[in-house]
């Protein structure tokens, strides 16, 4: 099989092999959800969807910021049309108890089911405020009413610039920020879970999908965020006691997830916390959620009155008309 996100479901059985969240090791588990998909990339690795973290045996998964190694993935000779799973050094991964077998892939043990995945579920905290950030090695088509912003940080290094994608594909390796209405409404669940369906490929334009340089760096497997780096990493957070969201440092000594996207600035800067702007085309009044961050941003009425946030209906926020 080529590059891509797959589920492999051992044979004969209906279990798959996926990174249990609760030990945190690789094991065949009856359920097909957002754990058992893996991205198989080029160089025949094997990720974790749902944590970010390689296959390097069945017990263990790669320790952050380890090298992964590769699986040679060739045909099952038991059972036609199903593949064995080779470990160098390892052995073939066996769904029985030995899980890994030293008898080669003569036998059903090692017959797995490579099942391609069409769309990769995503999902939207409400205390998020339908904001979440999102990054793959694949292009993937939002569902309506999801909008995709990438992010340039301004000479300042205090200010962060919005731009929406035009189209509704976000292309591959394109670290984003997503906005969706409908997992922040009073009557909204905890969690609001969607479907990003993966697309062959992105026939738009480059210019009409970005409009500037995208400055969010995206991670597909989870990353080391080391405490004697000479960067400063932001990531997408509800700030504390206020009904807004923003990008704030994150504390260095921790983990940045896999499949998302963060603001890398490449050398130490002292805010805490960066000034979002949302340019372009955008009129959606997203700015009360984002932008209001800066004591210094002026919001009036079409009548020329200060506010001290959007009201229903059209705002003049930074000279720039702004719909609420």
């Given amino acids: 099989p080529s590059a891509g996100f797959y589920r492999f479901k051992a044979y004969n059985t209906n279990k798959y092999l996926q990174n249990y969240s609760r030990n945190n090791n690789f094991q065949l588990i009856a359920d097909n959800g957002v754990n058992s998909i893996m991205y198989l990339g080029a160089d025949k690795t094997i990720l974790s969807y749902g944590t970010g973290q390689y296959a390097n045996d069945h017990t263990n998964p790669v320790a952050i910021g380890t090298e992964a190694l590769s699986w040679s993935i060739v045909e099952n000779n038991a059972v036609v049309g199903r593949y064995a799973l080779d470990m160098a050094n390892h052995g073939y991964l066996d769904i029985h108890d030995s899980w890994v077998a030293s008898s080669g892939n003569n036998n059903e043990g090692t017959a797995w089911e490579i099942e391609p995945v069409e769309t990769l579920p995503f999902t939207f905290k409400k205390a998020g405020l339908g904001f979440a950030t999102f990054n793959a090695p694949v292009p993937v088509e939002l569902p309506t009413g999801v909008l995709a912003y990438v992010a340039e940080v301004a000479e300042n290094k205090t200010t962060l610039h919005m731009y929406r994608l035009v189209d509704n594909v976000i292309p591959a390796n394109t670290p984003v920020m997503l906005y969706n209405e409908a997992a922040k409404a009073p009557e909204a669940e905890e969690s609001t879970?969607?479907?990003?369906?993966i697309v062959g490929a992105y026939t738009g334009?480059?210019?009409?999908?970005?409009?500037?340089?995208?400055?969010?760096?995206?991670?597909?497997?989870?990353?080391?965020?080391?405490?004697?780096?000479?960067?400063?990493?932001?990531?997408?957070?509800?700030?504390a006691g206020k009904e807004t969201v923003g990008f704030y440092q994150k504390a260095s000594g921790t983990t940045l997830g896999g499949f998302k996207s963060w603001i890398k600035i490449t050398e130490s800067n002292s805010t805490q916390a960066l000034t979002i702007f949302f340019d372009g085309d955008d009129a959606t009044g997203l700015k009360e959620a984002l932008g209001l961050e800066n004591e210094?941003?002026?919001?009036?009425?079409?009548?020329?009155?200060?506010?001290?946030?959007?009201?229903?209906?059209?705002?003049?926020?930074?000279?720039?008309?702004v719909i609420k």
């Fill in 193 to 197: 879970p969607i479907g990003l369906k």
């Fill in 205 to 239: 334009g480059e210019a009409g999908a970005i409009k500037t340089r995208n400055n969010f760096y995206g991670t597909i497997a989870a990353e080391a965020y080391p405490t004697d780096c000479d960067y400063t990493i932001y990531s997408l957070r509800k700030s």
């Fill in 296 to 321: 210094n941003v002026e919001i009036y009425d079409l009548s020329g009155r200060r506010l001290d946030k959007p009201t229903k209906g059209i705002n003049v926020v930074d000279g720039k008309l």
